[in-house]
């Protein structure tokens, strides 16, 4: 199998997102959790999207985790290489998008990458090189008074300069507007004087087209997810993939289904409460999970008698006041983090009582429960809400399995059936 595009994301939520836009691109896409073993057996797919957490770690080992994806990805015929960041550019001086892009720009042999974190539908857009969140520079945003990566500065060929050893050039918003031949001929032109990557400006979705097609003749791009959207249009339009039906319905996969709720949300506590009007529902003792209690020996004994009847839900969130008071008693980090280990020994349980199609509300739960099951890597399939596919997982030791990983906000009244429809 040759892929037409490899991908490696610094981080694994950005990933996700990168992974279901390619599917709904019309690229078949494999999400993987770190850089998988050699011997993981791929379906047939388009791209590959390497999940790394790689965003805030020290420079010299992020090179280290991109360039063994890279060879990953190389090794399995990718012809070009997207390293996805956040579109909001989160970096410090230190790194870690410069030293990346350095050293996977040496190992493909590029002159220059184009680089552009813009996804104008998502109110990223950059113009004369800086980036704008919404209606406002990037170091007037939010993102200015970011805990790990605060951006102070708005240019992002200044921000690159800082963290790259390679001189950083602009390939204008008037440029773009001349089309392909005119940003070719910008590139070559910046590449003649030593220029080693380009940010290029993009303010209207269309213009993620023309960028990735002029992309795609190169080895390595640096983008957010409207660059992996103009990369999976142009690998469409040019033939080089068969668009597929992102909607098809997955193989079945059968037997009991279970759900679990680990998100505090509004949306998930709607959700759940909705969920009651149509299957069981077992709420957890917070309190009794951080002091180390018998939950998940309670909840499986309750799964296991109701498994056979059709889907059922296990909950451990509450209101936002009793989420404070339980934090306020044992620590916010302690309580989430107990709570999230209890969630991935109760759908370990579940899968050694035969349940192979999961639901599952939160991200970091969900992060969690993944991590215990050992899951290397999954296959998008269809949207159950936006931003939220039918996952089915890829080289699993248990077999074949359908998950669903929701974040907390995510997902319609009835979301826990939504996603049962969809995971046959
Ligand atoms: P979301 O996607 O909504 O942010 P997450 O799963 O990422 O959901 O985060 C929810 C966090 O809250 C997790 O760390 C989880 O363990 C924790 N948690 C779950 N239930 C409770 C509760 N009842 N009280 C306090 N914390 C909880």
Redesign the pocket.
Known sequence: MTLALGCIADDYTGASDLANMLTRCGLRTVQTIGVPDDALALPEVDAVVVSLKSRSIAAADAVARAREADRWLRGRGAAHVLFKICSTFDSTDAGNIGPVMDALRADSGDAIVLVTPAFPGTGRTVYQGHLFVGAVPLNESPLKDHPLNPMRDSSLVRVLGRQSASRIGLVDLATVAKGDDAIRARLTELAAQGVGAAIIDSVFDPELEVIGRVALGHRLSVGASGMGLGLARGLVASSRVAAATADAMPEPVGGPVACL?????Q??LAQIAQAETSMPVLR?D?EK??AGGAEVARALGWARERLGTGPLLI????TPD???A??TRHG??A?????????AAISEGLVAAGVHRLV?????????VVDRLRIPAFLVGPEIAPGVPVLRAVGWRGGDAVLAL?????GGPDFFNDAIRLMP
Not at 315 to 318: G, M, N, Q
Not at 335 to 341: K, P, Y
Not at 360 to 368: F, K, L, N, R, V
């Open positions: 709720a680990g998100s505090c949300s949306a998930t957890l917070p999970i951080v909950a451990s969130s509450s009793q989420v404070a339980l934090q916010r980090d309580a989430g983090h107990a709570i999230e280990q209890a969630m599952i509300a939160g991200g970091e739960t969900s992060g969690a929701k974040s907390g906000n995510f």
